[in-house]
Nanobody, 125 residues
Framework: QVSVVESGGALVQPGGSLTLSCVVSGLTFDDASMAWIRQAPGKEREAVSCVSYYGTNKFYTDSVRGRITISRDNNKNTVHLQMNSLLPEDTAMYYC??????????????????WGQGTRVTVSA
């Protein structure tokens, strides 16, 4: 049974920082590309970042590039999303997702075969 569990969501002021974490079990972690995908209220889900199997390659959508850093620790089966200079438009439910046996693809959410339940980030004064 594969488990994907996110944590770290919170209410934060504009300009603030936050780190999201995700722990995965039940699969060979370094055979999975890992992504963070968000869904803002009233909007479709979008992949914001993805990291390859061993962390060599990292991908970011344009709206977050330079403000967000993805990382992974294959010894602990974890992936993190460090978010800085947060904007109100970053408000969303953030999901951790695994593309097991697949490479990163920010344009195709069907690429990700295991998802967590999400952690909520609210950016507001």
């Amino acid at each position: 049974q594969v488990s994907v569990v996110e944590s770290g969501g919170a209410l934060v002021q504009p300009g603030g920082s936050l780190t999201l974490s995700c722990v995965v079990s039940g699969l060979t972690f370094d055979d999975a590309s890992m992504a963070w995908i968000r869904q803002a209220p009233g909007k479709e889900r979008e992949a914001v970042s993805c990291v390859s199997y061993y962390g060599t390659n990292k991908f970011y959508t344009d709206s977050v590039r330079g403000r967000i850093t993805i990382s992974r620790d294959n010894n602990k089966n974890t992936v993190h999303l460090q978010m800085n200079s947060l904007l109100p438009e970053d408000t969303a439910m953030y999901y951790c997702a695994a593309a097991y046996g697949r490479v990163c693809d920010l344009d195709n959410l069907n690429n990700y075969n295991y998802w967590g339940q999400g952690t909520r980030v609210t950016v507001s004064a």
